[in-house]
C-alpha cells in the first residue's frame, strides 16, 4: 500500500477511534448519571461500554498499524487484537438482540417488569458467551491471522480445513443469524402489536 496512502487510513481510523470514545464516553456519562435510570438502561449502558472498549483498543490498534506498519500487529498483538474485535463486535449484535427482544416484551406486556437482576445477567452471559467465541481461535478452533493489509487481525475465512469451516459456520449461525433473527422478529412483532393497538384505538374511537 502506497505510504501516505496508509498514512491517511490510519488517520481515519484514529478519528473514528477518537469519535467512538467520546461520544461513547458522554452517553456512559449520562446515563451512569440519570436519576431515572433503569433497568432497561443497564442494557444500553452495556452496550456503550463495549462499543467504547472497541474504539479504545482495537480501532485504535488498528489506525496505529497503518501509521507504524505491519511490524506492529505481529504476534501476541495479533492474537490479542482479533480477540478484542471479535468479542466487541458479536457482543454489540447480541445485546441488540437482547435489546429488541426486551422491548418487545415490555411492549406487548404490561406485565413485564424488567428488574436490575435481570439485566446484569443477560450482561454476563452476553460478555461470556461472546468471550468464548472470540478465545476459540487462540485456543486450537481456527486461528488469528493478520488481513492482507496487515493491519489488523480477524479468524481464518479463507481456510479450507474442516476446524477453520466449522468455526466459521458455528460463529456466523450463533453470533450473527441468530442475534439478527432475533431482532428481526422482535421489531416485526412490535410493529404488528403497535399497528394493531392503533386500528384498535381507531375503530373504538369511531364507535
Known amino acids: 500500500m502506497n505510504l501516505w496512502l496508509s498514512?491517511?487510513?490510519g488517520t481515519i481510523y484514529l478519528l473514528i477511534s477518537l469519535v467512538s470514545v467520546l461520544v461513547n464516553g458522554v452517553l456512559?456519562?449520562?446515563l451512569l448519571r440519570h436519576k431515572t435510570r433503569n433497568s432497561f438502561n443497564?442494557?444500553?449502558l452495556g452496550l456503550c461500554g463495549v462499543d467504547f472498549f472497541m474504539s479504545l483498543t482495537g480501532t485504535f490498534l488498528t489506525g496505529m498499524a497503518h501509521i507504524?506498519?505491519?511490524s506492529l500487529v505481529q504476534f501476541p498483538v495479533c492474537q490479542i487484537q482479533g480477540v478484542i474485535m471479535t468479542f466487541s463486535g458479536l457482543s454489540q449484535i447480541v445485546l441488540l438482540s437482547a435489546i429488541s427482544f426486551t422491548r418487545w416484551m415490555i411492549i406487548t406486556n404490561s406485565r413485564f417488569r424488567l428488574r436490575s437482576s435481570q439485566a446484569r445477567r443477560i450482561l454476563v452471559c452476553?460478555?461470556?458467551y461472546c468471550l468464548v467465541i472470540a478465545l476459540c481461535p487462540v485456543l486450537g478452533?481456527?486461528?488469528y491471522r493478520p488481513t492482507m493489509a496487515g493491519t489488523s487481525c480477524e479468524p481464518v475465512w479463507s481456510g479450507g480445513s474442516r476446524r477453520d469451516v466449522s468455526f466459521n459456520v458455528f460463529m456466523i449461525v450463533t453470533g450473527f443469524l441468530t442475534p439478527l433473527s432475533i431482532i428481526c422478529v422482535s421489531?416485526?412483532?412490535i410493529i404488528t402489536t403497535v399497528r394493531n393497538n392503533s386500528l384498535y384505538l381507531k375503530t373504538h374511537?369511531?364507535?
Do not use: A, E, Q
Open 42 to 44: 443497564l442494557l444500553l
Open 187 to 189: 421489531y416485526f412483532k
Open 68 to 70: 507504524v506498519g505491519p
Open 28 to 30: 456512559i456519562f449520562l
Open 141 to 143: 478452533w481456527n486461528s
Open 205 to 207: 374511537n369511531n364507535v
Open 126 to 128: 452476553s460478555y461470556g
Open 7 to 9: 498514512y491517511f487510513y
